[in-house]
């Protein structure tokens, strides 16, 4: 039997890489924006977060585990780092989060989410729309448009570019300085891969897949930010390469 993984079209492939990294078999169901909250409702799943307000937030990727035992319900898991836990209990072949790690890891995914991801979604986020289908667009436009205060088509050009670029350049800086102190290899553990570069990896996807028109001379904004740093980040993407097959 195998995994369902539910995914948004057109995001950056974590579950698909989680997935393809562990060689757990699965099929990938891709959702519309739009569909979120009533497809993953009707399929009995929880909020992945619910707010002070008590609104809860429907959010992709969440997996489908089926039962070993016949007619028995499947596993339902939302969130990823508590997918990767749940995965790693289960599947322990090629261990996301090896042993005595998992504080390094959530430490780590706070700071994708502090000092990474502020600059990377405002290079990569105007140009999302083209890649979605209509449904999705319209409303990727319309809620991000709410959420920055701003066009899209206004956002992140000119000199603002420039400074989010330098800001981005400066926290991979530090972050090459940091695996730098292995003395050897790519990764955050050296030349054990995890979850941690996985998840850096998939933004790198993210960061390629998307196309830019707003980078001279570059087709994505991953095009722009490989070579730097002596070309770590384009070594780590070329690994990642073998577990981007979707299924």
Known sequence: MA???FGRLGKY????FVLNYKQIPYKTVWVSYPDIEPTLKSLGFGPSSVSRSGKEWFTLPVI???????GGEPTLVVDSQ???EYLD?????RPLLPEGTKAFQAMFIKWTQTNFLPHSIQLVI???PAMLDDPGAEYFIRTREKMFGKRLTEMCIGEERATSLAALEKELAT???????NGGGDFLMGS??????IILCSFFMWMKRVPTTRDPGFETVFDVIKGWHGGRWERLHLWSQQFTEEK
């Open 89 to 93: 209990s289960k599947y322990p072949q």
């Open 64 to 70: 489908s585990d089926p039962s070993p035992e016949l």
């Open 126 to 128: 105007p140009q999302v």
């Open 82 to 84: 508590v997918i990767a």
């Open 3 to 5: 995994c369902l993984m």
């Open 192 to 197: 054990t891969p995890s979850y941690a570069d």
């Open 13 to 16: 492939h974590l579950r698909t």
């Open 175 to 181: 972050l090459d300085g940091h695996i730098s102190r």
